[in-house]
C-alpha cells in the first residue's frame, strides 16, 4: 500500500453511485440507438445531448477503427451493462464491503484503446466502490472517455468531481488498473511493483464448435470474430473445428460481414497477411474480406482467422486448460453462447479479476 495519506473525498452514497450510473446506462443507450434529444428526462439540456453526439461521429476522425456504428454499438452495450437491475445484481455479493468502506483512495486507471470506451468498466467499479479516478487515457481513445465522464458529471456532479482524465503522466495515486501488451505489462509492474494493482496482458477469445451449430448461431459467430473490427481481447481469433466440419458453413454465415473489405485500415491488413502468406506458399481459404489459416496458434493476425480441426474433444478442453491465461472468454455450446462475447455483464470480470473485491479491499 502507498505511505501516501488517503485523499480525503466524500463520494457520493452507494445508492446515488448506482443511480448516476443507471441514469448514464440510459443516455448512452439513447446515443446508441442515435435517436434525437428526448427532453430533460434524460438528466441533459438538449445543448449537451448534442455535445455528445457530436463526439461520437467525430471519433472517427481521430481514430479510422472508432466508427459512428461500433461506437454506438458499444454505447448501447453499456446502456444494458447499467440497467439498474443489472448493477444491483452485480453489487449485491459485495454489499457488506460496500456498506463499510472507509476513506477513499485514488485509482489509477491506464486504458488501452483497441476498441471504444474499453477503460469504461475500471472506472465504474473504481467510483461504485467509492474511490477516486485517475484515467490516463490511450492517443487512440478519440475523446471518448472525455465524453462519458462529462456526461457522468452533468448527471450527478459529485461523483464526476472524483474522476480526472489524462494522456500525460499519472501522476501519484494509491492502487493502479493497467491494460496492455504483454511488453508494456513488463513496464506496468516494474514501475506499480510497490502498489496494489491489477495488470492485464494480451489475451484472445476462441470459440469451439461441435457440428450441431444452426445457421443462425454460426451467423452470430460472425459477431463475435468481427465486431470491433476484432480488436479486442473478447473477439473469437481461433476457431476449434470437428475434423469433417464443413468451414464453408461458416464463411456462408459471415457473409454480411463483408462490408469489412471497403474499410481501409482492415482491407490493407487482410492484403498484407494474404501476400506474405502466399509467397510463403501457405494453404489458405479466403472469402474477400477474411482469411482463414489452419495454424494451432492462438493469435491470429488482424484480417484473419486461425482453425485447428480436432478429433476428440477432450484434448480441446485440455488446450483451453493450458491456455488459460492466454484466453479471455469460449464462445460454444456449453460456454459463451454465439453472438454474445462483446456483450459483458459486469461481473463478467477481464482476465477473471473481481475488480470490485479488489478495490474494496483499498478501504
Known amino acids: 500500500m502507498s505511505s501516501r495519506p488517503p485523499v480525503k473525498v466524500h463520494p457520493p452514497a452507494p445508492d446515488e453511485r448506482l443511480a448516476a450510473f443507471a441514469q448514464l446506462g440510459r443516455v448512452f443507450a439513447l446515443l446508441g440507438a442515435g435517436a434525437p434529444w428526448p427532453g430533460h428526462a434524460c438528466g441533459l439540456a438538449e445543448a449537451e445531448y448534442r455535445e ?20 454506438r454499438h458499444m454505447l448501447r452495450s453499456l446502456g444494458v451493462m447499467l440497467a439498474p437491475s443489472t448493477l444491483e445484481r452485480w453489487v449485491l455479493p459485495h454489499a457488506n464491503g460496500l456498506a463499510r468502506a472507509g476513506d477513499a483512495r485514488t485509482v489509477g486507471i491506464i486504458t488501452a484503446g483497441n476498441i471504444p ?18 484515467l ?5 481513445d478519440a475523446g471518448l472517455t472525455r465524453m462519458a465522464v462529462g456526461l457522468l458529471t452533468l448527471i450527478a456532479p459529485g461523483l464526476g468531481a472524483l474522476v480526472e482524465v489524462t494522456e500525460g503522466r499519472l501522476g501519484p495515486v494509491d492502487a493502479v488498473i ?12 516494474h514501475y506499480f511493483g510497490h502498489l496494489p494493482r491489477i495488470i492485464r496482458r494480451n489475451r484472445t477469445s476462441v470459440a469451439v464448435l461441435d457440428g450441431t451449430e444452426t445457421a443462425d448461431e454460426l451467423a452470430a459467430l460472425g459477431e463475435d470474430m468481427f465486431r470491433y473490427f476484432g480488436l479486442g481481447c473478447r473477439n473469437v481469433g481461433k476457431l476449434y473445428l470437428p475434423v469433417h466440419f464443413d468451414l464453408d458453413r461458416v464463411i456462408g454465415a459471415i457473409l454480411p460481414w463483408g462490408h469489412l473489405a471497403q474499410h ?23 472469402n474477400g474480406f477474411v482469411l482463414f489459416k489452419e495454424d494451432a496458434g492462438l493469435h491470429s493476425p488482424l484480417g484473419s482467422i486461425h482453425y485447428e480441426r480436432y478429433t476428440d474433444r477432450e484434448v480441446v478442453t485440455t488446450a483451453l486448460a493450458a491456455h488459460a491465461e492466454r484466453i479471455q472468454c469460449v464462445v460454444g455450446h456449453g460456454h459463451v453462447p454465439f453472438g454474445q462475447a462483446q456483450c459483458p455483464a459486469p461481473w463478467d470480470h477481464a482476465d477473471g479479476v473481481d475488480t470490485l473485491a479488489f478495490l474494496l479491499t483499498l478501504t
Open 52 to 71: 455528445a453526439d457530436d463526439a461520437v461521429k467525430r471519433a472517427s476522425g481521430l481514430n479510422a477503427w472508432f466508427t459512428e456504428e461500433q461506437v
Open 117 to 134: 470506451l474499453v477503460g469504461f468498466h475500471d472506472l465504474l467499479s473504481t467510483l461504485v466502490a467509492g474511490h477516486s479516478g485517475r
Open 136 to 140: 490516463r487515457t490511450s492517443s487512440d
Open 178 to 189: 493497467a491494460t496492455g501488451s504483454d511488453n508494456t505489462a513488463r513496464y506496468f509492474e
Open 264 to 286: 481501409a485500415k482492415w482491407a490493407n491488413n487482410y492484403d498484407y497477411h494474404k501476400a506474405i502468406w502466399l509467397m510463403d506458399r501457405v494453404p489458405l481459404i479466403e
